[in-house]
């Protein structure tokens, strides 16, 4: 089908037989499954065959061309609609189509990236506006070209707080080079929506969060294409385009009819016959202005900070400086704030570099989103905030995994250490939430300098990457030159005699190098270990010790599930050999106010606690 420019009938009968394709490869391809949403992709039809065919800029040949256009489907369990797009515009064969959903084919239930069109995962609902403001902040302020993001919602994930923060960050920063379509087709999984298709209400509440409000009938072709482009053409703010749609629309069986959500039609060739047929058209879609080239921020030389022995200093303090130091030499590295940079101490990224700081204030969801959505066009983003708000976010995270998102996370004030602010906000369970995503890293440095080393090695470390800071000060024990390997870990005690083996990472670490000064002067040699990696671990190291003392006692500020205690058992665990006695100390009450020092104490993580339990495991009995 040839991509005009007028809108004469000729065009809009071709526009209406390209979205009644898209029903019937949408029914094909769920049918071959036995199973998919047919009748959520048949509502959209008509809307993404508008967008295809005359206002999408995409060169499907170089999917990663910097001047491509950007479509989130979020409402993601409308892949068939999606994938029959893909068929449309010549991306693939009607064999690969019939593939969907089987063993093996990249056409999954929910797109992901395993397709090179795919931008990012979809399928948890809300998610996909909010990355698409992130990558709409990144065309405008960082690439600063004239690519536009198009997202497609449904009406039922608008219940979505998240749907809500990204409305309205994209409002405050009046993102015009974003329009969400909402596929309004007023019925959810179980039944009618919260507002059917009363799409004043939503336009009401976009309008107050500073968007351009469009309602139209959905399956109009003309009002389609005219709401498309006014959507385009205005400036200063996003545009959200509430289209009122039927399910199922096209087959009388199905259409604004319950009970159909998730299910391929009960007859699919009556269906298809019903909808006029199998057709093959195919759509050229325009392609982007060629040879653009995003924008890259200047360079200069610069050394990463270094802290002197025996200093005090917070490793939240060597986080933010580290960043200031990357972003002089690392143009792609961009820093994303929870309103909390004063604390987090990335504002010192923010003075040096506040073109590529982002405030995201109070809303984490976003926060995450946003980095999702900006290392998708190859920006490195660092997205940071207190550890325990990530908790927050960690549907975003685990979506971001699905992804194959690289985002770097650096959650500060962790654990019990922080004192008086008492149990709400002290990170206790991240670790275990960070290890449990695949592919990630999780860090948790015990002094400056090693904070500094392992900040910058994140900047090149695929996937999900996390780094645990503390809020107070403790001693620096490495030199500024120290090397830190990912999946290292450094002993810092050892002898032949040792008899004990003590794990620790972050602020433990200083309180185990305490207790094995006071198993000393009992006469106890104590190995100490500080497994600074904890996700991927040194097992060979940890095995190592576990053969010469074997004992093991690992101290963790977090609970004793899924954390640092955890990792080392799942390493003793994978290898050969007779497993040590271990033993797990960790958080295991939930802590009221007190100072850092109590903390520790109470929650028996302190020296005195740790030198206690070597002794009781030496003798044979379980740790106190």
Known sequence: MRNSRELDDDVAYQLSEAGQQLRVDSVRCSAAASSGHPTSSMSAADLMAVLLARHLRYDFADPRAPGNDHLIFSKGHASPLYYAMLKMAGAITDEELLSYRQAGSPLEGHPTPRLPWVDVATGSLGQGLPI??????????????PYRTWVLCGDGELAEGSIWEAAEHAGHERLDNLTAIVDVNRLGQRGPTRHGWHTEVYASRFAAFGWHTIEIDGHDIAAIDGALTAAAEHAGEPTIILARTRKGRGVSAVEDREGAHGKPLPDPDEAIRELGGDRQLSVEVTRPVPDLRPRRFPVSYGELPGFKLGEMAATRTALGQALAALG????????????VS???????FETEHPDRFFECYIAEQQMIAMAVGMQVRGWI?????FAAFLSRAYDFIRMAAISRASIRLAGTHAGVAIGQDGPSQMALEDIAMLRAIPGSTVLYPCDANQAVRLTAAMADISGISYLRASRGDTPVIYDADEEFAVGGSKVLRSSPDDQITLVAAGVTVHEALAAADLLAEDKVSARVIDAYSVKPIDAATLRKAASDTGRILTVEDHRPEGGLGDAVLDALAAGAGTLPMVHKLAVREIPGSATPAEQLQLAGIDMVSIAAGAASLIAGRAAL
């Not at 792609?332 to 309103?339: A, I, S, T």
């Open 328 to 339: 002089k030499t690392r143009s792609e590295v961009v820093v994303l704030d929870g309103e």
């Open 132 to 145: 698409g403001v992130g990558l709409a902040i990144a065309g405008r302020d960082l690439d600063q070209l």
């Open 381 to 385: 983003p660092y997205a940071s905030t």
């Open 342 to 348: 004063d604390s987090t101490r990335t504002q010192y």
